[in-house]
């Protein structure tokens, strides 16, 4: 009870200023009503069917992302970018990605393996727990009974072959092929293919037939017989490094017996290519063009292309336009493409600008790792990300990224399981390490220790959440 004296005071300040205190009472609603109160502070998830990534940073709920699962619905097409500098986890991603979509009897995952060290592809460990052999294309092991592929393959449409054979002499060479070349190796390949029918054709024969055409070949096109060889010698010269050059051995012969193509994994091991160098692109023409024509068949498997250091494919104008006509399988047979890039800078400002934007156009979904300022403002006006997004890439630590999935953009942080942590972290993958694979070489206290430090770092980025959460705040202002 109030003393006489601030009974009075308060009489005063009422008269003076109003009743300062009040007293609501409680209010009784639903939760459907009342969550009208509280804005989210994050999107809405892409359902419970799929595949479990992770979880979502902000609201910490799990994200689940499936291709298969997802188009004709949310996703227009099943392809997907994955985006980010070494060391953030993008490899970590990839790999458990797959072994997670192998669990569903109807996937099927080729890998084109770009990475490795001790002279083994960084995906090895998993093929091997997998009971899997990779397909290590090595020039040196080549000459001695290693793998092979023939750009000539019966199993290639005639169609097929013509269009490798150009892309292999565009790449090689820097520019297209005239029509005078283009000439000299159309009917040299067709005199090739109607001729050899006791055998596979090889390129041997193709540079044979450059060097020395038929007179037929001349008469049909009413030209000279020198003009023709002269129009396919450059054309001779780019096929003869395949054969006794410095990539000999991988096409120059019969495609080799034994790789399955129903196995539920594939791995290319291109670890022993230079990565730098022009046969990376020629390889990978070669392997995207025999797979569209050997892999890829109308039987309702999904199938999942992977491939590592993409920008090998997306700043080549001439491999670009071949896959781009693999990218559009996604639809009518159920391919998925997922091409990893460390810097969209690699390809939008490269040779290929024109090829790279209608592949970057193809991939629905793009998943962006921890990325300095400058670049993640470029990715940002490229891909179209929303301010909040673009302001906190540089932020994210190792394993978070900002997932845009046709739109839907949220922060994800990926996980891995126990089972999966050897199979993922190893020394060979120390290009794409982060702190928290180094803790798998660590006594488990202290990978635990590591690990929660991580998680508390991350949940400290408080700055970033205010970021977002201010920007969605005003954007609802607006709206209302």
């Known amino acids: 009870m109030l003393d006489p004296l601030g009974a009075l005071t308060d009489a005063f300040t009422s008269f003076l200023f109003g009743k300062v205190e009040t007293t609501r009472l409680p209010v009784r609603t639903s939760t459907g009503q009342a969550q009208a109160v509280y804005l989210p502070t994050a999107a809405p998830g ?31 097409a099943p392809h997907w970018l994955v985006l980010g500098e070494s060391g953030n986890g993008k490899s970590a991603l990839e790999k458990t990605y797959v072994l997670r979509q192998l669990r569903f009897r109807d996937r099927q995952v080729v ?5 490795g060290e001790d002279g083994v592809g960084e995906w090895n460990l998993i093929a091997e727990e997998l009971g899997i052999t990779p397909i290590r294309l090595d020039p040196t092991a080549a000459l001695n009974g290693g793998i092979r592929l023939n750009p000539l393959d019966p199993s290639i449409t005639t169609t097929g072959q013509l269009a490798l054979l150009r892309t292999i002499i565009e790449v090689a060479m820097g520019h297209g092929l005239d029509e005078r070349s283009g000439f000299a190796l159309k009917v040299a390949h067709a005199y090739v293919t109607d001729t050899i029918t006791n055998r596979q054709p090889v390129l041997t024969d193709i540079v044979e037939q450059l060097r020395h055409p038929e007179a037929e070949s001349a008469e049909a096109m009413n030209v000279d017989i020198d003009d023709v060889r002269a129009w396919g010698l450059d054309v001779a010269l780019v096929l003869d490094r395949l ?53 890829i068949r109308p039987d309702r498997k999904k199938r999942i292309f992977l491939v590592e250091e993409a920008w090998h494919i997306i700043n080549s104008p001439f491999v670009a336009q071949l896959f781009q ?23 939008v400002d490269g040779a290929a600008a024109r090829e790279a934007a209608a592949i970057l156009k193809m991939a629905s979904t793009r998943t962006i790792y921890a990325q300095k300022a400058d670049e993640a403002r470029a990715t940002g006006r490229v891909l179209g990300l929303p301010r909040w997004a673009v302001e906190i890439i540089p932020t994210l630590t190792p394993g978070i990224a900002v997932w845009d999935v046709n739109g839907n953009v949220q922060v994800v942080k990926h996980l891995i399981t126990e089972a999966e942590r050897p199979l993922v972290y190893t020394d060979r993958a120390m290009t794409e390490a982060s702190a928290i694979s180094e803790a798998s070489a660590l006594p488990t206290d202290e990978a635990r220790a590591l690990q929660a430090a991580a998680d508390a770092e991350a949940e400290a980025r408080a700055e970033a959440m205010a970021m977002e959460r201010q920007w969605r705040d005003e954007s609802s202002e607006t709206v209302a």
Do not use: C
């Open 111 to 115: 890998v084109l393996d770009a990475q």
């Open 325 to 347: 006509r693999l990218l559009k399988f996604g639809r009518r047979l159920g391919l998925s493409f997922v091409a990893v890039v460390h810097h969209l800078s690699d390809v």
């Open 46 to 76: 892409l359902g419970d069917s799929g595949v479990i990534i992770g979880r979502e940073v902000y609201s910490g709920k799990g994200y689940i992302y499936d291709p298969f699962q997802l188009y004709g619905q949310q996703l227009p």
């Open 243 to 295: 054969v006794d050059g410095d990539l000999r051995g991988m096409f120059d012969g019969p495609t080799s017996a034994g790789i399955d193509l129903d196995a539920p994994l594939i791995v290319f091991d291109l670890s022993h290519i230079d990565r730098n160098s022009i046969a990376m692109p020629i390889l990978m023409a070669i392997v995207g063009v025999w797979l569209e024509h050997t892999w």
